[in-house]
C-alpha cells in the first residue's frame, strides 16, 4: 500500500489521506444547505441521475422542472477541470495557509504554473462571494482628487488664464532655452 510505503520512510503525501467522497459531501453541503436545487432554473425538484464517469463520487442530478441535467460542480469554480476536487481544497487550504505557489506546487506534485492558475480562480471566486460592505454612522473621508478623462474634448481640458505666461526656462543650450 503507498500509504505504508511513503510513512515508513518517513514520507506522507498529503492528497491520500483526503477523500474524495468526504470533499464532494462537503461541497454538496456548503452548495445546497436546504437540499439540491437546479442551477439553471432554481427549481427543487430535482432527481438524481447516475454518477460521474471520471469521479465517481460526483454526482449527476436532472431537474424535473426543466429538464436540464447538472452535478455538484455545474456552474461552480471547480467545473471544467481536469485535476480532482481534493487538489483545489488542499490548494486552498494551503493558501490559507500563506504558501507560495511553487510550494504548493511541490506538496500537491502538479506544475507552479497550474498552482498560479488555480490560486487566481479561489481567489476570485472567494471575492466573487464576499459581501460588500455596508457602511453605518458617521462616515469620514479624506480628500480625494478624481481625474476624469477628456479624450475627445479638448475643450474641457483647457486652463483658465491666470495672469501672463511666462516662457519656460531651461537650461543654456537645452532644446527648451
Known amino acids: 500500500m503507498q500509504i505504508e510505503q511513503s510513512a515508513s520512510a518517513g514520507l506522507v503525501k498529503i492528497q491520500e489521506l483526503i477523500d474524495d467522497a468526504k470533499c464532494f459531501e462537503v461541497v454538496r453541503e456548503l452548495r445546497w444547505p436546504e437540499g439540491v436545487r437546479c442551477p439553471h432554473c432554481g427549481g427543487e425538484h430535482v432527481i ?82 464576499k459581501p460588500a460592505p455596508v457602511l453605518h454612522g458617521t462616515v469620514e473621508c479624506d480628500e480625494v482628487y478624481v481625474v476624469a478623462g477628456h479624450k475627445g474634448h479638448p475643450s474641457a481640458v483647457k486652463k483658465t488664464p491666470q495672469g501672463p505666461e511666462k516662457p519656460p526656462q531651461g537650461r543654456p543650450g537645452s532644446r527648451h532655452a
Not at 77 to 102: A, D, K, Q, V
Open 48 to 129: 438524481k441521475f447516475g454518477r460521474d464517469e471520471t469521479q465517481e463520487h460526483r454526482q449527476r442530478y436532472r431537474c424535473k422542472s426543466c429538464g436540464r441535467c447538472f452535478d455538484d460542480l455545474t456552474g461552480t469554480i471547480f467545473e471544467g477541470h481536469h485535476l480532482p476536487l481534493r487538489t483545489w481544497i488542499l490548494c486552498l487550504y494551503f493558501m490559507g495557509l500563506n504558501l507560495s505557489n511553487t510550494q504548493i506546487g511541490k506538496e500537491l506534485d502538479i506544475n507552479k504554473d497550474d498552482v498560479q492558475s488555480m490560486a487566481a480562480k479561489l481567489r476570485a471566486g472567494v471575492v466573487s462571494r
